[in-house]
């Protein structure tokens, strides 16, 4: 029996125990935080929304999401008809920290304790400004943007405050200021809405609320003119955005060759010179600043190239390489690919992991730096604590789509794998494998400049195409705001 107890009030859960453990279902324990949720059945996955973090928990999984980044219970989650139901010990311990209800467990006594303000919305203060409306809400606590929303409806606004608690009888004004004519207040179950009659329509978009420590902001626009100062903001904004420096890595170098492949050709020497003529595409067609990793026969670390990239402000990085089998048998091999970070799905994808990152070897001291990448877990963090997945994705995709039909080769197709090279960059980042230099005719093509300047033009195409879609998005969204 699980018991949460709050002064005087006391609930229970519905708990089972399991190996000594309590198991309580999510949803429930949300629902006492006060806590929004999102369900997703197909995927068996459960969003919490604890005031500004995002818990993820997954049914029969000891894994638990705390916005990006994984935690380990020593146990699975459990599930049936109720939902995912998780250790309730494990789970507090990790989501406590989080909570905005403070709450703590206790093991001997099956307790669950927390603490709920009576009231925790003070005042609500109207004021009218050059531009419209402000409406000031006194807190006690910090309601993050989750649990704050705002709709219109026939003439009212209404400003809903998830776990909110309010005296409406105080709250209650017929104060009439800006655009306000008076509030009404109403305490909901689990909400406080505050509720604005309106003197004239007002459109959405010129509604926007945040909120700190102890207040909630609501501004209302009523005129469209916008302070210079904001305007600097948006064009600081854009250019943030925008892609205007390219990092390209082409692979190995040195005393480090990469595969050798027919005829001896080297793998360092082909990606050198596909990237050099990649980075003049660029600076010619895109008017973009381009940086290489290396531009010439010399040896550069793993580490040091996302290094590099990052160091510049690089926001796109492109890993070029060849491919090669070592067998005599899979001469006939051929095609290109496109890499991203990700858990290797396949057996080769595991090989090109292994073949791009034994590049260590000819590093000092590599023992140390990268003693944990061939760990899932190790890939899975790297990964979440990075958001450019979804784009690298995108970039990937954009250039895969160029190469295989201009080259006249096979379409391998989009992968991942874990390629320490992508690891610690931070901006979208791929790695391609151009083609396969132990393939006698891929080989034969790849010697020549003609085909070299057909690779990089098709990468170059990929790119263009990857930045004006999401220039295009980014800008787009920005001039909507103003
Ligand atoms: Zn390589």
Redesign the pocket.
Known sequence: MVTSGNGKYFSSLSSRLYKGIDFVPVRELADLLEARTYYNDLAKKIVVYLGNHKVKVTALNPFIMIDNAFFQMPISTDFDENGIWVPLNYFIDLISVYSPIPISYNTDTHTLSLVKERVNILAVNVEEKVNGTLIRIATLRKFDLPNLAVRLSQGWMYVDIYGGRIDSTRLRSNRSVGIIRKLVPIQFEESAQLSFHLKKPVEKEDISISSSSNEILVSVRTSKKIPDNMIIDLEQERKKWLIDKIIIDP??GGKDP??IGYGRLK?KDV?LDVGKRLKKLLQKKLHVDVLMTRDSDRFVELRERSAFANRNGGKLFVSI???AVKNNYSRSAKGVETYCLGLARTESDRAIAE??NS?IKYEDSWSETYANFSDENYILLAMAQNSFNQESHELAAAVQKELPRALNTKNRGVKQSNLIVLIGTSMPKILV?VGFISNPSEAKKLRTKKYRQKVAEKIFAGIKTFKESSERAVLGSLNGSR
């Open positions: 692979g190995h990469g595969t793998e990606v390489h060849a491919n073949k791009e590049v494998e």
